[in-house]
């Protein structure tokens, strides 16, 4: 599982390893003060709660404009706006959603114009969404489930006018289902998708997972590229084929374990992507077209492993590249995106910001001159590109106190948005979900 956190669930699936889940609505915190905020280490920036009052927990957001956000029930299939700060009494849609474990209401993009920087990148200029694109898990035609990719027109109050654009040919796994979406500046519309494991049932032994002699494409484990419009391949994808049945032909690349965060570079386009591990290595990667992130046969820096790239199963034009940042122990990265305003300071500007599932720490990190990987000159213990304990990684923590991350993104007023899972049910206490917004002190 992907998150790495103990998940009590009624059976054992082994004596010496601990079942972990990201969505587990019993997780129990014996002390939590829901007054604090959490924390950042820059004086100059504040912390405060938007929407307060989220009935289920959010698995991400978007923006409509500056002043309208859209929010993911991930259990509920209720889809929430928060206006001004404030959330709206009504759902603007209800899905019928199945929300076990990692299933739900999962991904969510906006179609809209790019952001515009003024000369002094101080302004991020409204932008209006008019297309709205949801992934989720769909029950359907009686108790059928399929992950789906839906986009709904917004008339400024609802979400209308269903178009199914993807049905993903498998029943889906309770975990690793993927769903991040995200509108590239190509125009396209990419969409991460899990290796859909099941605890215990390592079924998707294929050629997307780098087994060879595997199963035939079944798109678990890849990330699409598709034509929004009605998903269909770009004839300029790396797999393209003119036969329009041939699976490749929608993927932009595979060997993905599972991943809950996917970012476009604002200056090279590249699209950097967070990615889960199991046991070891959670990764940063910036992915070229027709990747191979390696998954099942490598995870982490392939010198640390004992396979090389023969071993991997490589598509035509296909290409492995190491990660450009690893954690040896699992933190459960989840949200990525690029800072793409200088409000909250020069510094901040086009560098990412990176959230974890498992300690509710906030990562600020520093893009290298050539925007190829990172840039850890003045931290001596993360040159070799992987964090090896908490000690090493301390220097790039750049918050506390966020509790469960599910998405960190950039608004279009140029702040930062962090959105906290929750907590479940804490003693007697309602279940607590929040969105976090990084301001200008």
Known sequence: MNYNIVLLIGFLYSALLCVVMIFSQNFVYATL????????????????EIGKGLPDSISNIDFLDRNNILALGKTSGEIYLISNEILQPNPVLNLNVSGEVERGLL???????????????????????TSVYLYFTEI????????????????????????????????PGP??????LAMGPDGFLYVTIGDYEHIGDY????ILQNIKNGTAPDDTGVILRLNGSDGSQPIDNPFFSNNTGDPLGKYFGYGIRNSFGISFDPITGKLWESENGPESYDEINILNPGFNGGWKIVHGPISRTNSTLANLTQ???????????????????????????????????????????????????????????????DIPGLQDLVADNNLEQSPIVFGTGFGRITDVKTGPDGLLYVVDYGYGKIDDNPPVHRIFKLYPK
Do not use: C
């Open 33 to 48: 003060n829901l007054e604090k905020l959490p924390t950042v280490n820059d004086s100059s920036i504040g912390v405060k």
């Open 107 to 129: 991904g969510i993009a906006i179609e809209k114009d790019p952001f515009s920087i003024d000369s002094i990148n101080q302004t991020i200029y409204n932008e209006l969404g």
């Open 140 to 171: 359907h035609d009686g108790n059928l489930t399929h992950n789906r990719l839906y986009k709904y027109d917004w008339n400024g109050s609802r979400l209308i006018n269903p178009h199914l654009i993807l049905n993903l040919p498998l029943p």
């Open 175 to 180: 975990h690793h289902n993927g769903g991040e």
């Open 203 to 206: 079924r998707h032994n294929g």
């Open 315 to 377: 598509l035509h034009g296909a290409k492995y590249i190491d990660p450009v940042f690893s954690w040896k122990i699992p933190v459960g990265i989840t949200g990525i995106d690029f800072m793409k305003s200088s409000k909250l300071g020069t510094k901040y500007l086009n560098n990412l910001f990176v959230g974890d599932f498992n300690n509710g720490n906030l990562y600020h990190l520093m893009v290298n001159k050539t925007r190829t990987g990172l840039n850890f000159d």
